[in-house]
């Protein structure tokens, strides 16, 4: 086995954005690319009734499956790890789901969700998505959602949130704020992408910034390369420290292989017909992600090129777990 190999069976790896869990039998493409945690995505413009039963079907599964374990602290990350298990970590993208009720914060923490997104790009009664127009701050009810998630111990995310908004979600929040899936503007300027004050103010909250690889975020070739993808990781640790870095692929289940060039179009045009996205920002498929890692299962190439790029081992660890571990103690408690 090579260093590499041996380095990436030993890390906790949570990838905190797995949209392709759209389909939970993908789950298998994750667990061998030795993912230890999976963060499927939940919520994003469902209402109440739509999310809970997602939520319900996720609880079914993991009930059946005595390889799945709901993660609801870090200790079941580790027991995860240690278990050979794959842990499922709840995640809203968008505060849809909340249907302007604060109570409903507390039901979903009840039913595993350990991170609730404000937006998803666009602009809801929390605040101001990146990709909607103007630049409007949090709303009086997304003061008092950030107070509420605090109080009950779930992470509040900016990914897709506006920049004033982000900023009023930092200053308001007692505990450490995150951006799940995001990548560095330095590097490639996609509006979609996080600037360095962001990423800045972010780590100082004692958050993480999830690099992604989902293509039009990472670089304007495509495909884009796996060195691409590295740059992001390598820019954010240089202006922030390497403790506020982490993983979200947000591998999805419109990219290539997984869709038909038929099916990816149907879908991309779903997508720009029902929210705030335009070509411009998120621009037709295929969509093919860096080479070497285009699935899940090819995940263990990435510890190699990291590690040839000069990256050290304990870097790479903090990058791939300990970072968004941290993160999640001082905010679960646990």
Avoid at 33 to 55: K, M, Q, W
Avoid at 129 to 139: A, D, I, P, W
């Amino acid at each position: 086995m090579t260093d590499g190999a041996l380095l990436h069976l030993s890390a906790v790896i949570i990838d905190a954005v797995c949209s392709l869990l759209e389909e939970p039998s993908y789950i298998e493409k994750y667990r061998k690319g030795g993912a230890t945690i999976v963060a499927p995505t939940i919520g994003v413009t469902a209402g109440a009734r739509e999310a809970t039963i997602a939520i319900g079907r996720w609880h079914n599964l993991i009930s059946k499956s005595p390889d799945l374990l709901l993660i609801r602290s870090v200790a079941d990350i580790l027991n995860a790890k240690a278990e050979n298990k794959v842990g499922v970590l709840l995640h809203f993208q968008g505060a849809d789901p909340l249907e302007n009720s604060l109570d409903l914060v507390d039901t979903y923490k009840s039913l595993g969700v350990g991170i609730i997104q404000l937006s998803y790009s666009s602009r809801t009664c929390v605040g101001q998505g990146v990709e909607e127009r103007g630049n409007s701050g949090l709303s009086r009810f997304g003061l008092r959602l950030i107070d509420r998630m605090n109080q009950v111990r779930i992470v509040v995310d900016c990914a897709h949130t506006g920049h004033t908004c982000t900023l009023d979600a930092i200053d308001a929040s007692r505990k450490p704020v995150i951006i799940s899936h995001g990548n560095a503007r330095s590097v490639h300027g996609h509006p979609r992408n996080i600037p360095d004050d962001i990423i800045r103010a972010i780590a100082a909250t004692g958050g993480t910034i999830g690099t992604t690889a989902y293509p039009p975020f990472v670089a304007s070739s495509r495909p884009p390369t796996l060195d691409q993808f590295i740059d992001h990781v390598i820019h954010i640790a240089s202006i922030a420290g390497h403790e506020h870095v982490s993983l979200a692929m947000d591998y999805f289940i419109g990219q290539s292989p997984y869709a038909t060039d038929q099916l990816a179009m149907k879908f991309w045009q779903r997508m720009m017909s029902e929210g705030p996205f335009t070509a411009e920002t998120h621009p037709p498929p295929p969509h093919v992600y860096p080479l070497g890692v285009e699935t899940p299962d090819r995940l263990p190439a990435l510890t190699e090129r990291m590690l040839a790029r000069g990256v050290s081992a304990n870097e790479i660890l903090d990058f791939y777990g300990r970072n968004l571990m941290r993160v999640l103690r001082q905010v679960w408690g646990e």
